[in-house]
């Protein structure tokens, strides 16, 4: 990934984290305090699943973020536990029940993820995929999903209302 020396990009690429972190957590406001305790021990199982592929991404090069370490564990923050996280509630909350329509709102969310967002995030010097390629990326987000219906399935049998 091509590095600059220009610190005025990295103040734009903080700032558009940040942004991306406090609109997202805004549209909670939104957001039933029912659904939110429902929902929220599935969207730490899958945050975790998450954790673990970040942790992986530097010793097997699966993505390149530009800037240092820091730059790195500011970035998968800010996307984990803001659109990543946020998402989630909202898919559980629109589709729990219906296997078909999560399942489809998954498919097209990771596609976009995988493919046009990466390619977008790739060109403004956010992150970029190397190892880890778009269909794998693909892959790997979508059995998450699957993960994530799955425990939610079983834990729901354990929950009280």
Do not use: C
């Amino acid at each position: 990934m091509k590095e600059t020396n220009f610190k005025g990009a990295d103040m734009l690429h903080n700032i558009f984290r940040i942004i991306m972190v406090v609109v997202s957590w805004a549209t909670l406001l939104l957001y039933p305090k029912s659904q939110f305790k429902h929902f929220f021990p599935v969207t730490l199982f899958v945050t975790g699943l998450v954790a673990i592929l970040l942790l992986l991404s530097s010793p097997y090069r699966l993505w390149k973020v530009s800037g240092g370490l820091a730059s790195k564990i500011i970035n998968d923050l800010s996307f984990t536990l803001g659109p990543f996280l946020v998402a989630n509630l909202w898919v559980f909350r629109l589709s729990y029940g219906s296997i078909w329509q999560y399942l489809g709102i998954n498919l097209v969310m990771d596609y976009l993820l995988a493919y046009p967002v990466s390619r977008v995030f790739k060109k403004w010097n956010i992150y970029q995929l190397d190892r880890l390629k778009p269909f794998y990326f693909f892959s790997v987000i979508y059995f998450f999903a699957l993960s994530a219906y799955g425990f939610q399935y079983f834990f729901r049998f354990h929950q009280k209302e």
